[in-house]
């Protein structure tokens, strides 16, 4: 009876060191799959930020280019306007 109980404890033992092993290796397997995923989340959100500020700056680059060109247009305007009023002025 006592080298049966003796087998049955070794057996058992054996059964958790490779149930251990295996979580272990499971555990080890889970967390480098969830660094990958954490890795390409976070090369992802830099992606899409750089795209995100690039977009921005180019607005913002067009918007001052707009405003130039208004402003030009509008100087000129009234450049001329002025230029009217004084030769009209000359001429009477």
Do not use: C, P, Y
């Not at 109980?5 to 251990?20: F, G, I, P, Q, V």
């Not at 990958?36 to 690039?54: E, H, M, N, P």
């Amino acid at each position: 009876m006592t080298h049966e109980r003796l087998a049955a404890t070794e057996d058992l033992k054996s059964e958790l060191n490779w149930l251990t092993e295996t979580l272990i290796s499971e555990r080890q397997a889970t967390i480098a799959e969830l660094e990958a995923i954490g890795d390409r989340l976070v090369s992802s959100a830099l992606v899409r930020s750089k795209s995100l500020i690039d977009h921005f700056f180019i607005r913002l680059f067009q918007l001052i280019i707009f405003i130039g060109v208004v402003t030009a247009v509008s100087v000129l305007i009234v450049k001329r306007g002025h230029a009217k009023k004084n030769t009209i002025r000359t001429h009477h």
